[in-house]
């Protein structure tokens, strides 16, 4: 192999850089970074015999970012250690070609964490399917979980937020049922929400005024109480 031709860590640098960056992850760019991931293996083992990368392997390792997500070196050491490999054999096989890509997505077409990826547009397919390394797969899928739980943690805030603000405007139409008035002035409507303990935010959300009206009405009401 030529001092010009690039080694394993090379490609691997490489790789990281490319799928850090989703803009750059368009059918030609991803081609011609296949190309040169094929020829970088080409030269390296040319009239040798390798060692591929079992199915089980990275079977073990697939599974293990959809059930815990973490780190690719975290789901390749659980991977070799349940089937008692060593951390060296690992270090000398993870860049091996592993051509079982295609089957360990479809074996997990059916787990929950894979079908929310799918779902909410955070997993792409095809990249996992044509892996040629199964560390190339797993940093694939480690960073596509990494992104899903983020974006269902937002959108569990916000149906809580939404929640919250329906339980609010429940309350105050109990409000006004309770007290028999069909519609309270803002003030007098402010006053009930600050009994219950509402917040100065989500009163003056609630009444479209300002947090500085809020905030005079709290003062008064402070007043207000200690006169009782």
């Not at 089957?103 to 792409?124: C, S, Y």
Request: hydrophobic letters at 25%; charged letters at 35%; zero cysteines.
């Amino acid at each position: 192999m030529s001092k010009s031709d690039p080694d394993f860590k090379d490609v691997e640098e490489m790789l990281t850089k490319f799928f850090s960056n989703a803009d750059n992850q368009d059918f030609k760019k991803r081609e011609a970074v296949k190309a040169i991931t094929d020829k970088t293996f080409k030269k390296n083992y040319q009239g040798t015999t390798r060692e591929t990368v079992p199915y089980n392997i990275g079977l073990a390792a697939y599974k293990y970012i959809l059930d815990n997500g973490g780190t690719p070196r975290e789901a390749l050491e659980y991977s070799v250690t349940v089937h008692d490999k060593s951390l060296e054999w690992l270090d000398g096989i993870k860049h091996n070609p592993y051509y079982h890509s295609k089957e360990t997505v479809k074996a997990h077409e059916d787990h929950p964490a894979q079908k929310t990826m799918l779902r909410n547009g955070t997993m792409d397919k095809s990249a996992l399917k044509s892996s040629n390394t199964v560390n190339q797969q797993i940093t694939r899928l480690s960073r596509y979980k990494k992104v899903s739980d983020k974006l269902e943690g937002l959108e569990d805030r916000v149906e809580g937020l939404e929640y919250e603000v329906d339980t609010h405007s429940k309350e105050i139409n109990r409000l006004k049922r309770h007290t028999g008035i069909e519609e309270l002035s803002d003030k007098s409507l402010g006053y009930q929400m600050y009994q219950q303990k509402m917040t100065q935010k989500k009163v003056a959300e609630e009444l479209k005024v300002s947090i500085a009206t809020v905030k005079r009405w709290w003062k008064e009401y402070k007043e207000r109480d200690k006169e009782y």
